[in-house]
């Protein structure tokens, strides 16, 4: 294991300091646990018939409806956009939803990569990536961002329950979910 860092703690030579974690340093990248988190909590399962009457394949719904806000969303909660193509009722491609996926979760990664500070374990990053895939990787996930890098992990769990919750009635559970996972790394996204 490298070491996290080597510090003098005072002016003595031989005072030097050696620090490990197990808590994972960069680049992290989402497991697969955290993949199929995400999709249960975008679609609402991995695969069948969701509560809202979508048909759901490997975590996908191909057939481009309005979300609860009224967004037009497609494949794993992807927000369709002009360049996208798509409109309502179009149905597309398992590849194509896997590719929007990839590209949504790499624009999630690609910000905790570049601004999280501070080591975490495999499970508070999933919960991250799951929170700001939801939220937006932009300015949707600059406050997380800032409470991640003070370092005090005990205090995220009541933080991520009340995140970018707004007047959305789905969000408080899946919330609880995401913030349970960083705390204790329960995968459980049932709902």
């Not at 990569?113 to 991250?128: C, G, I, K, M, T």
């Given at each position: 294991m490298d070491a996290l860092c080597v510090a003098t703690t005072n002016t003595i030579a031989d005072s030097i300091r050696t620090v490990y974690t197990s808590r994972l340093c960069k680049p992290w990248k989402i497991s697969d646990a955290g993949l199929s988190f995400?999709?249960?909590?975008?679609?609402?399962?991995?695969?069948g018939i969701n509560f809202q009457g979508h048909t759901v394949v490997e975590g996908f719904i191909l057939k481009a409806y309005r979300d609860n806000?009224?967004?037009?969303?497609?494949?794993?909660?992807?927000?369709?956009?002009?360049?996208?193509?798509?409109?309502?009722?179009q149905t597309i491609?398992?590849?194509?939803?896997?590719?929007?996926k990839r590209r949504d979760v790499q624009a999630a990664?690609?910000?905790?990569?570049?601004?999280?500070?501070?080591?975490?374990?495999?499970?508070?990053?999933?919960?991250?990536i799951s929170i700001v895939f939801n939220s937006g990787a932009n300015d949707g996930a600059d406050e997380l961002v800032k409470k991640l890098n003070v370092g005090r992990y005990d205090d995220l769990f009541s933080f991520?329950?009340?995140?970018?919750?707004g007047s959305n009635p789905g969000l408080p559970p899946r919330r609880y979910s995401e913030a349970r996972l960083f705390a204790s790394g329960v995968y459980d996204a049932s709902h």
């Open positions: 995400l999709a249960q909590w975008e679609s609402g399962m991995l695969n806000r009224g967004i037009p969303t497609v494949a794993c909660g992807h927000r369709i956009t002009p360049v996208d193509q798509i409109e309502v009722g491609s398992l590849e194509r939803a896997r590719a929007f990664e690609h910000r905790l990569n570049r601004d999280v500070r501070v080591p975490l374990f495999q499970f508070e990053y999933d919960a991250a991520i329950l009340s995140y970018r919750i």
